[in-house]
């Protein structure tokens, strides 16, 4: 299975994955991490 991104949904999925019957070998988190690419937008000052 792999995964991505966070989320609520993510462990319920897994789940249900593994209760239909499916056998699971190996999980696989593959959410893209930058490597300090894009600069964020300046902060909001109120």
Known sequence: I???GPG???ETAM???????LEVT???DVTP??????????RRRV
Not at 15 to 21: H, V
Not at 33 to 42: E, I, M
């Open 2 to 4: 792999q995964v991505n």
């Open 8 to 10: 609520s949904g993510r």
């Open 15 to 21: 789940r249900a994955l593994a209760a239909s019957g």
């Open 26 to 28: 190996h999980i696989v």
């Open 33 to 42: 991490l930058p490597h300090n690419g894009c600069r964020p937008p300046k």
